[in-house]
């Protein structure tokens, strides 16, 4: 799953980067709201963490404008005003949760991952899906609940985001997307294949399926 990260603190933008990163997530950085307004435009993201406080202008406005426009991504906001007032009006604002500069890291991977069961309407640790059981904490899937196999990171990456979108077909392209930042060197282009290769031989051949000439679908039934 690919995130952006609205921070204009290059220092605190790495350190989040890299520890969202250990915990199988992509993330895109913009440092100004125009170029998170752009990216918004052109790329897919399942959650977004936004500093309200940047040098050109506010993250709230900028939410706002998202909002307005249909947009109904969980948004995190980081913020250094610690008032109950300040927070009441990000929430109102469009906010699904609020964190106060400095933080501890762990606190906002829990808030994350809170925020994303809550979106596809769910509490347990476990993503269920046509059978398949994918513990997001320690990146592993079990056909049975019982026998757990533990996934490289882009088996991981590529597995959760077809179970948290099932029975829609995703392109090859959608799904290199979500497999690499913006930042990172073009991928080969059968790179898609291959992955998908290595979690039927793990699953069964059945579990993935191919849509001639559109791209890769997994069923909830």
């Given at each position: 799953?690919?995130?952006?990260?609205?921070?204009?603190?290059?220092?605190?933008?790495?350190?989040?980067?890299?520890?969202?990163?250990?915990?199988?997530?992509l993330v895109?950085?913009?440092?100004?709201?125009?170029?998170?307004?752009?990216?918004m435009q052109t790329e897919e993201y399942g959650l977004i963490i936004l500093d309200i406080g940047l040098p050109d202008g506010s993250g709230l406005e900028l939410l706002e404008r998202w909002r307005a426009r249909g947009h109904r991504h969980p948004v995190l906001?980081?913020?250094?005003?610690?008032t109950w007032e300040d927070k009441v009006d990000g929430l109102r604002r469009g906010a699904?949760?609020?964190?106060?500069?400095?933080?501890?890291?762990?606190e906002l991977l829990a808030r994350l991952h809170a925020l994303l069961r809550r979106q596809r309407g769910h509490t347990g640790q476990l993503l269920s899906?046509?059978?398949?059981?994918?513990?997001?904490?320690?990146?592993?899937v079990s056909t049975d609940g019982e026998t757990w196999q533990t996934?490289?990171?882009?088996?991981?990456?590529l597995l959760r985001y077809l179970m948290h979108h099932p029975d829609r077909v995703h392109s090859k392209s959608r799904l290199l997307d979500q497999l690499y930042t913006l930042e990172q060197?073009?991928?080969?282009p059968n790179l898609v294949e291959v992955y998908i290769g290595r979690l039927r031989r793990r699953l069964g051949r059945d579990v993935i399926q191919t849509r001639r000439g559109q791209g890769y679908l997994l069923a909830s039934s």
């Open positions: 799953m690919k995130l952006l990260l609205v921070e204009d603190d290059d220092l605190l933008a790495e350190s989040l980067a890299e520890a969202l990163g250990d915990d199988g997530y895109d950085i913009a440092p100004r709201l125009h170029q998170a307004d752009a990216l906001a980081l913020t250094a005003r610690d699904d949760d609020y964190l106060t500069k400095p933080f501890h890291e762990e899906v046509a059978g398949l059981h994918l513990d997001e904490y320690q990146q592993r996934l490289t990171a882009t088996e991981f990456r060197d073009a991928p080969a």
